[in-house]
């Protein structure tokens, strides 16, 4: 359980909670903890995914210089270059879609 969570969890347990229903502003501040939490998740995501991008994109490029024999067949580096370019293309798409505002990314 994250902080924000443990922490929302131990205020509604508490004694003089027990009877109400939740109020709007508590409701409304667990909501923009937890919000600024998934903020904190998704930008943390963003760079790993860029990191990653990055190795691809370096290790495209060494296999291209380093010509075929950087495989053991001509099919299996073929195969390799497609795999590789196909997931820069999809972090780079995810990457785009993630920092887009929510009229573009819809």
């Not at 994250?2 to 027990?18: G, I, K, S, V, Y």
């Not at 109400?20 to 963003?46: C, G, H, N, T, Y």
């Not at 990055?54 to 495989?71: F, H």
């Amino acid at each position: 359980m994250t902080d924000t969570r443990a922490r929302a969890a131990q205020l509604w347990c508490l004694p003089q909670h027990a009877s109400k229903p939740m109020d709007v502003e508590f409701a409304e501040s667990i909501a923009l903890a937890l919000a600024d939490e998934r903020q904190q998740a998704l930008e943390e995501a963003a760079k790993v995914l860029r990191r990653a991008t990055v190795s691809l994109v370096a290790a495209v490029s060494l296999l291209e210089q380093g010509g075929k024999q950087a495989a053991p067949s001509n099919k299996m580096f073929s195969q390799m270059l497609r795999d590789y370019k196909k997931a820069i293309e999809d972090a780079k798409n995810f990457d785009a879609q993630a920092h887009a505002g929510p009229e573009e990314g819809a």
